[in-house]
């Protein structure tokens, strides 16, 4: 489950909830005052990789970039 971060539009709190994908505001409350007036953030993730497993190689020029 994924982690979403939240601003309170009555108390101005940013806070995080994790909950189901597809999972909506309604039901929501702020963890400060309580209010159920939040707002999902956008937010950046990271991600990586691992092991030598075949993935694509960028580093020799195979495409010419033009005609």
Request: glycine share 20%.
């Amino acid at each position: 489950m994924p982690i979403y971060e939240y601003s309170c539009e009555k108390c101005k709190a940013t806070f995080s909830v994790l909950q189901s994908v597809g999972s909506g505001d309604k039901g929501t409350r702020c963890t400060e005052c309580g209010s159920t007036r939040v707002k999902k953030l956008f937010s950046s993730f990271a991600c990586s990789t691992s092991g030598s497993g075949g993935g694509t190689d960028f580093s020799g020029g195979g495409f010419s970039g033009g005609t």
